[in-house]
Every structure is written in structure tokens, then in C-alpha cells.
């Protein structure tokens, strides 16, 4: 039950950070946000949110069912990131003195947790709802 619970949070988490981007991306592209709107907004302004928050609201809700498919999703296109926060950590471009250059590890770990956890609970997610036999045959 507690793996179950792990990706329901998941897709919590993920359905919240499409919100907040939906959210933040109509009150920049509206003109409410003075500093970060720009001149004018056009259509395809929208079409280019609408492209991050859709894709995020289906793996969100996948998640909250526990679908095989949305885990591996949240899986791969996480680790892309989780590799760039680990080269920005071993080769850093300007070090001084007093740098966190471990914060990359740090962020590479929390980005590789679901990848993690969706290699151990697999089989408690499914890839799709089984079809009842007596029903669909009728």
C-alpha cells in the first residue's frame, strides 16, 4: 500500500506543477506581471503553454492511477536533468572559494528517486485498465 501511495503523491505533485504553470504562464502572457509580460501576446504564446501543461496533466493523472506508462514518463524525462545537475557538479565552469558544488549531487539525487522507486514497485503499477469480459461482450 505504501508504494501505491508514493506515486499517488507523485501525481499530486506533478498535477500541482502543472497548475502552477498554467497558472504563472496566463498571468505573465495576460499583462498582469509588468516586469515579465511581454508587449503582446499572441496565440501561439498559449499553444507553447498549453504544450508543457497538457503533457504534465497526463502523466499527473496517470500517476494518480498508477499507470506503468506515466511512471517510465516522469522516469526518463527526469534523469535528463539529473545528468546535467551531476556534470554541473563535477566540472563546474568558474570555482571559487565558498561554492556548493555539492548541490548538484544533492539535486541529481531527488531527481533520480522516481526512477528509483518505478524500478522497485513495477509490479504494482499496471499499464492500463483490465476490460471486464461479461461486459465489453455484450
Known amino acids: 500500500m505504501v508504494n501505491k501511495a508514493i506515486f499517488q503523491i507523485m501525481g499530486a505533485l506533478v498535477l500541482s506543477c502543472a497548475i502552477a504553470l498554467l497558472c504563472a504562464g496566463i498571468i505573465v502572457n495576460a499583462g498582469y506581471s509588468p516586469r515579465f509580460s511581454p508587449v503582446h501576446s499572441s496565440l501561439t504564446d498559449y499553444v507553447r503553454l498549453l504544450m508543457f501543461v497538457v503533457p504534465l496533466t497526463v502523466v499527473g493523472i496517470g500517476l494518480l492511477r498508477l499507470r506503468k506508462w506515466a511512471a517510465l514518463l516522469l522516469s526518463i524525462l527526469l534523469l535528463y536533468p539529473a545528468f546535467w545537475c551531476i556534470m554541473?557538479?563535477?566540472?563546474?565552469?568558474?570555482?571559487?572559494?565558498?561554492?556548493?558544488?555539492?548541490?548538484?549531487?544533492?539535486?541529481?539525487?531527488?531527481?533520480?528517486?522516481?526512477?528509483?522507486?518505478?524500478?522497485?514497485?513495477?509490479?504494482?503499477?499496471?499499464?492500463?485498465?483490465?476490460?471486464?469480459?461479461?461486459?465489453?461482450?455484450?
Open 88 to 138: 554541473a557538479a563535477v566540472r563546474p565552469v568558474d570555482i571559487r572559494p565558498g561554492d556548493a558544488t555539492w548541490l548538484g549531487f544533492l539535486f541529481a539525487a531527488v531527481l533520480i528517486t522516481p526512477s528509483i522507486l518505478t524500478m522497485k514497485y513495477w509490479r504494482s503499477l499496471i499499464w492500463r485498465k483490465k476490460r471486464i469480459e461479461g461486459i465489453a461482450g455484450q
